[in-house]
């Protein structure tokens, strides 16, 4: 016994070195075995150097008990002091694995494997894994050496000396090296069966991936052959005598344990299969009736034991399968369906604790660089590799997975592997569970490097890779352009010169020789991002080809690459980003507006990808007018003029176009087969929406600009820009004018004089910085709806308005005010205007039959004098029978004849207007579809019109090409032009029929 203050100096070192149990651990190293060390300063370190030093000492004391020998216990204690690697991986060993100390107790000579293994010598291999295991001839010393060599690969796991990767492929290897030790003993005991057959033995899973764990079922298929001379059925029986033993040696439980269980469950129908069969029976099967989940386990497969030459042949027979399963129908979606089914089969008590199997877990990493493989490893033999590891760092030099995806998925797959493989080490238990205990979690924390509060560290880890690999796994394993490039027909993955031009042929590309030189110059050379392209173009061709002009979109394409080709993002977003690539193709090939506006800004590229993509307000969702203005507004103030601040509202412009503009082509593409009608009237709203709101944020920054280069802060007179028309309808299309009207009041101590000649000057200089050249599609402020038109002044006064609708206001005035609504400049004046307004617009008394008769003449007169010459009226979207016109005249006349009445019908919107005189019951529900479809069509069609052309109409285009661009926009495949002009003309017809006996009493 130590004095009682040695004891307390002793405790305290205890606890200051790890250990949990210090009076334990006190009374043990008092105890005789360990007097030898009492007082050498290095035991106590190297013991808290370990995953659990209290457990470690154990261990230490009992090899030092099982020393029979007085000479062996001062040999082993001698070792200890003077051979700290041996030391260190002793004791490593003893407080990391229970198991492996109880072995080390029961073979107390075995510590002796761990003084071999210094730095030159830490790979052994098959050869020197059999070498070792050669003297076993029954189950029970195969168990003892196999125990020996897993100690030696422990040792060197524990302290660092090989990382996770090595452990694995070292552990696949002494599984190789015992299932041959395994079969030879099988042999040794039945000779004529030896002699009957040749046995393959093909590794799978794990231990085939060279990546196997510590205490893993180790997945076979036997192969076998007859051997010369001998009768097949007899060879066959004689195999699955064999088969059978050697999975018997393995997974039978002896006094010594068990090695581990030999699982054939992947063989041709499972269990219910036969154990073994021959090369051609293995064949038959996988080209007739295997599954997508068999093809993908065969990825794995290496021979491993029993007859090299027929392990390689059936290699070299299965591999071709392998590489061909992701041409079968739905197989993308099959392998994800799979992993899903795992996933809901967990039971829900443990899914949180579960390591391989849960979200954030191994299989999420396995099965994504597995698709992967399976889709892109068909043209690419770079990627054929069983190891996960291995596989991931050629898809990432592969250009298929980005490098900072794939380091990070390496990075939390290490992590895990490693959890996993000090988890099993611990007891040598089949486990993948996270332990609860919190003495586990210690050991496991510690093991694993985490000292200073292991069990909060390891937590803190463990979630920061199990989200990090959640979040890989959702983009890699659900990426769109899998599934797409799964359906190339087999050899398109990859292009050829003559296999290009055939496809290029075969899809439509009208000059597939200008369409080679541009895949050529995306796709040549050996660069990474040449390498994205090779992935990417084959099913960009194939979605160009799916549009009316596939060779504008491979050159749009090729020219946003080239001025995209060193930014980082731009593949990296094609590749990964849910639809970015598709979308872009359908963008590109749609016509000439979202081209032409991408060309002037290509990082609005980013807009396509996710909604919480990297693009400015990421994704296709349209910003509010009042994020709009915001922008617009702090960029307006950091401009150094006018001019230049009208420049940057413009680039904003140019970005928020473009947005509205895919999405509406991407909501807008079909499959050659019509969009709902309510999808239809959701597309043209949001359009119509959006291009409204930012035409007014853009009025709101000039309007900005210009007041602070002329007056600084503030205006000598309040200032409001009023919509009108389609604009104050929230209805403006891409190629729309801006109908306004302009009121002012001067502010206070202001004469008239001077605040109507700075309204005018404010008028005139907006007009004037809109108009200075652009590319973009311009924004013309028209004013003739203001009073008495072209021949009355720009700006009035709030009190010159009222006077004018006072005493001269007529009907058509009224009609064209209800759509007014204020879209900029002073809010409280905007306000004011509506109140002033409305009884004009919403009359008390409705119309009389007078104003009635007068809207009808103007009606006709607009009819007979503004339809273009030579124009087919059928077709012409705003002025022909049954379109807009027609609707939104009908509408109005239920406006001004009963908005006073019906709250509902007070909006400038079309649709809602009609929507509210139907539930008001002043037309039926039928009519008001039908006139709802008309107008939702006919915009749609001047909407195409301006996407396809780059200019705006409000006909159908006559050039063949274009119309058919139209079309798809549409919802009308190829060749079914002519089916989309008789609907057209058909919708429009019935709708004519309905505004003639609501408008005109007809």
């Not at 010598?121 to 003297?135: S, Y």
């Not at 160009?544 to 002009?549: G, I, L």
């Not at 239809?680 to 709101?700: C, K, M, N, Y």
């Not at 709030?798 to 400049?825: I, M, Q, T």
Request: proline share 5%.
């Amino acid at each position: 016994m130590t004095a009682p203050g040695r004891r307390s100096s002793t405790f305290t070192r205890l606890l200051r070195h790890g250990f949990t149990d210090a009076s334990a651990a006190e009374r043990l190293l008092d105890g005789p075995e360990l007097a030898p060390l009492r007082d050498d300063p290095v035991l106590l370190e190297a013991l808290g150097a370990t995953a659990d030093p209290d457990l470690a000492l154990r261990g230490l004391v009992r090899l030092l008990e099982a020393q029979q020998e007085p000479a062996a216990r001062r040999e082993l204690l001698d070792t200890l002091i003077s051979a700290k690697p041996l030391r260190d991986r002793l004791l490593g060993v003893l407080g990391a694995s229970a198991a492996l100390g109880d072995h080390l107790a029961r073979h107390p000579r075995d510590w002796q494997v761990l003084v071999t293994y210094e730095p030159q010598d830490l790979h052994p291999g098959v050869a020197e894994f059999e070498r070792r295991l050669a003297e076993a001839a029954d189950p029970v010393a195969l168990r003892v050496a196999y125990r020996r060599c897993l100690l030696s690969i422990a040792a060197r796991d524990v302290c660092g000396t090989i990382d996770v990767a090595d452990t694995a492929a070292e552990l696949a290897d002494l599984a190789t090296a015992t299932l041959r030790a395994a079969l030879r003993i099988a042999g040794a005991a039945a000779p004529e069966d030896a002699r009957l057959c040749r046995l393959a033995v093909i590794g799978m899973g794990k231990c085939g991936g060279h990546e196997l764990n510590y205490v893993s079922d180790v997945d076979v298929i036997f192969v076998a052959e007859a051997a010369e001379g001998a009768d097949e059925g007899k060879a066959l029986r004689a195999a699955t005598r064999l088969a059978s033993h050697l999975m018997r040696i393995c997974s039978e439980t002896t006094v010594e344990g068990s090695i581990w269980a030999v699982d054939a469950n992947l063989r041709p129908e499972g269990r219910n299969g036969p154990l073994v069969r021959t090369l051609s029976s293995h064949l038959a099967y996988y080209q007739r009736w295997a599954k997508t989940w068999e093809f993908q386990a065969l990825l794995k497969a290496r021979p491993v034991a029993g007859d090299a030459e027929l392990g390689e042949q059936y290699l070299a027979a299965v591999s071709p399968l392998v590489w061909q399963a992701a041409e079968r129908e739905n197989f993308v979606s099959d392998v994800q369906r799979m992993r899903q089914r795992v996933v809901d089969n967990l039971p829900a008590a443990e899914a949180e604790r579960e390591l391989k199997l849960g979200r954030g877990g191994l299989r999420d990493v396995e099965f994504a660089v597995q698709l992967l493989q399976l889709v892109h490893g068909r043209s690419d033999p770079s990627l054929r590799s069983g190891s996960t590891l291995d596989a991931l760092k050629a898809l990432a030099a592969g250009g298929y997975v980005g490098r900072e995806d794939a380091a990070r998925l390496d990075e939390a797959y290490r992590f895990l592997r490693s959890m996993e493989h000090r988890i099993q080490l611990h007891r040598l238990r089949r486990t993948h569970l996270v332990p609860e205990d919190e003495a586990d979690l210690r050991r496991l924390g510690r093991s694993l490097g985490l000292r200073t509060d292991p069990v909060a560290e390891l937590h803190r880890e463990w979630r920061r890779h199990a989200t990090a690999v959640r979040r890989l796994h959702e983009k890699l394993f659900y990426r769109p352009l899998l599934d797409a490039v799964a359906q190339l027909a087999p050899g398109e993955a990859r292009l050829s010169p003559e296999a290009a031009r055939e496809r290029l042929v075969a899809l439509g590309y009208a000059d597939p020789a200008a369409a080679l030189r541009h895949l050529e110059a995306l796709a040549s050379g050996v660069t990474r991002k040449a390498a994205i392209q090779r992935t990417l173009l084959p099913v960009l061709l194939g979605w160009f080809a799916d549009s009316a002009d596939p060779d504008a979109g491979l050159l749009n394409f090729r020219k946003v690459s080239d001025a995209l080709g060193k930014t980082p993002w731009y593949l990296r977003l094609l590749r990964d980003e849910g639809a970015a690539a598709e979308n872009l193709a359908r963008v590109l090939s749609a016509g000439r507006l979202a081209p032409d506006l991408l060309m002037r800004a290509p990082e609005a590229v980013a807009l396509l990808g996710d909604g919480d993509g990297a693009g400015p307000g990421g994704g296709l969702e349209p910003r509010s007018r009042a994020h709009l203005e915001q922008e617009i507004m702090a960029a307006v103030g950091r401009a150094a003029d006018a001019e230049q601040a009208v420049t940057v509202a413009r680039g904003v412009r140019r970005r928020e176009l473009f947005r509205t503009a895919a999405a509406d082509i991407v909501g807008s593409y079909g499959t050659g087969s019509q969009p709902a009608e309510a999808d239809q009237g959701a597309l043209v709203d949001r359009v119509g929406a959006a291009v409204s709101d930012l035409t007014a944020a853009t009025l709101a920054g000039t309007l900005r600009a210009v007041v602070r280069d002329h007056w600084g802060d503030t205006l000598p007179t309040r200032f409001a820009i009023i919509g009108m028309g389609r604009f104050g309808g929230h209805e403006l299309g891409y190629g729309s004018d801006a109908d306004v009207i302009f009121v002012h009041e001067p502010r206070d101590g202001v004469g008239e004089r001077e605040a109507a000649e700075a309204a005018n000057k404010v008028v005139a200089e907006m007009r004037r910085l809109l108009r200075l050249p652009s590319l973009d599609p311009p924004l013309i402020i028209d004013a003739d709806l203001r009073p008495e038109g072209r021949s009355g002044p720009l700006v009035r006064t709030l009190k010159s308005y009222a006077a004018y609708y006072r005493r001269w206001s007529l009907a058509w005035e009224s009609h064209a005010l209800l759509r007014a609504e204020p879209v900029a400049g002073d809010e409280e004046l905007g306000r004011r205007f509506v109140e002033l307004i409305d009884p004009l617009r919403y009359r008390p008394h409705g119309l009389d039959e007078d104003a009635v008769r007068e809207i009808r003449r103007l009606k006709a007169r607009m009819e007979s004098e503004r339809l273009p010459r030579g124009a087919d009226p059928r077709l012409h979207a705003k002025l022909g029978p049954g379109g807009l016109s027609d609707v939104e005249w009908t509408v109005q006349l239920l406006q001004l004849q009963h908005a006073a009445r019906e709250p509902g019908l007070r909006t400038t919107r079309t649709r809602r207007a009609l929507a509210a005189a139907r539930d008001a019951g002043l037309i039926g529900a039928e009519d008001a579809a039908v006139l709802d479809e008309a107008w939702v069509l006919a915009t749609r069609v001047r909407n195409a019109v301006m996407l396809v052309r780059g200019r705006a109409g409000d006909t159908f285009p006559t050039d063949s090409r274009e119309l058919a661009a139209v079309g798809r926009y549409l919802g009308y495949g190829p060749g079914r032009v002519g089916d989309m002009l008789d609907a057209y003309r058909r919708t429009t017809r019935r709708a004519r029929a309905v505004m003639e006996r609501l408008f005109y009493g007809g």
